[in-house]
């Protein structure tokens, strides 16, 4: 077992690397390990040749799962578990506006007066919060090759969350390690901040209204296999102008960074399980969004079999039945959401979350969130 000290201030709190998913097994279908998502033909409890496993875990336990592909610098894989853990009317939960004031680098009156200029002030006041994007601890302990903060400035990409950063926002040490840049895939900015958002609000309402749910996402680098969607053979969708169409796009060298270039995804995936309970069968669907130079207008466009993201992203499913695998889900999955429903609803700024430490120094509140 090999450590890293950081200094945070006064306080050096330790990191452990978890190269397996022991810690992490609660993330996966029956909880089992047995059950964790494979790259190809490996074993569930080993990554793919030269990729890494790693678990994100605090002492009050599991965050996310992944498999990290050194080569590229992505995650060929995310797992996590979503269930009602925010409240009343999502109150039990902080934004990310007010996760960003508690993770500023400053005392706690600074963090008390980012809050008040939140919630009270004008809106061309508010001060300027950074997301609290971090090199990866795990990396960073090995020092391995690993993307900086500012990987993708410049590029026309977004730093694209696969465990999405509001799916934990009732923990504020959850939230933060959503940020870690193994986390990221470089992702073209309108599709990040509309289609592959919206999808992520669908299943975050799955997961508070009818979880506890299993949810598993990626990239693809294989050709987006456009054929297989209604939308692309009624010429809805311009097949030219998917990414692997455009070879320059496939590869960039993002500057200031300690890799020489990033692979671009062709596409993005979600697979999401309910297992079967005392009154309902078990539940399943997929989502294989392609990246794209067009503007994506309905993520339900794109509901997937899971035997074709299986095929696109190399990625397999165990758990899942193999009879569940050739149909598309969205026949028998949960309702859609409702219109204008929202994770916080009605709270007037009155909103709690689990490790927010009041009156704490900057260092106390990143050491309270160290990895185990």
């Not at 971090?134 to 400035?153: G, I």
Request: charged share 20%; proline share 5%.
């Amino acid at each position: 077992m090999r450590f890293l000290f950081v200094l945070l201030g006064f306080v050096a709190p330790t990191w452990t690397l978890a190269a397996d998913l022991s810690l992490c097994a609660n993330q996966f279908i029956a909880s089992s390990v047995d059950n964790a998502p494979t790259l190809y033909s490996s074993p569930s409890d080993e990554p793919y040749r030269i990729n890494e496993h790693h678990c994100y875990a605090t002492s009050d336990g599991a965050l996310f799962a992944l498999e990290y592909w050194p080569t590229h610098h992505v995650p060929r894989w995310v797992a996590y578990r979503l269930s009602d853990r925010y409240g009343a009317n999502g109150c039990g939960s902080r934004p990310r506006n007010e996760m960003r004031c508690y993770f500023k680098d400053q005392n706690w009156t600074g963090v008390q007066n980012c809050l008040t200029l939140l919630r009270d002030g004008d809106p061309d006041t508010n001060p300027s919060i950074q997301d609290p994007f971090e090199e990866d601890p795990f990396l960073v302990e090995s020092d391995a090759e690993r993307l900086k903060t500012n990987a993708f400035v410049g590029t026309g990409h977004d730093r694209g969350h696969m465990a999405p950063n509001n799916a934990f926002s009732h923990d504020l040490c959850a939230t933060y390690h959503t940020f870690s840049m193994a986390n990221m895939s470089a992702q073209r900015a309108n599709l990040n901040r509309n289609a592959w958002q919206q999808l992520e609000a669908q299943v975050l309402f799955w997961g508070a209204n009818h979880g506890p749910i299993n949810v598993v996402t990626g990239p693809i680098f294989n050709k987006f296999p456009s054929q297989r969607f209604s939308v692309y053979r009624d010429g809805d969708y311009d097949e030219d102008e998917l990414y692997e169409k455009n070879l320059s796009l496939t590869t960039f060298n993002p500057g200031d960074n300690r890799v020489a270039d990033i692979r671009v995804p062709t596409g993005y995936y979600k697979v999401i399980y309910r297992e079967a309970t005392a009154t309902e069968p078990a539940h399943a669907i997929a989502f294989l969004l392609p990246h794209t130079n067009e503007n994506l207008s309905r993520f339900w466009d794109f509901v997937a079999r899971i035997d074709v993201v299986q095929e696109a992203s190399g990625v397999r499913f165990h758990a899942i039945p193999a009879v569940m695998k050739n149909v598309w889900g969205s026949d028998f999955f949960f309702d859609r959401n409702r219109n204008g429903w929202r994770l916080r609803n009605n709270c007037n700024h009155n909103y709690t979350a689990s490790n927010w430490i009041e009156n704490s120094t900057h260092a106390e509140r990143l050491a309270r969130c160290s990895l185990q």
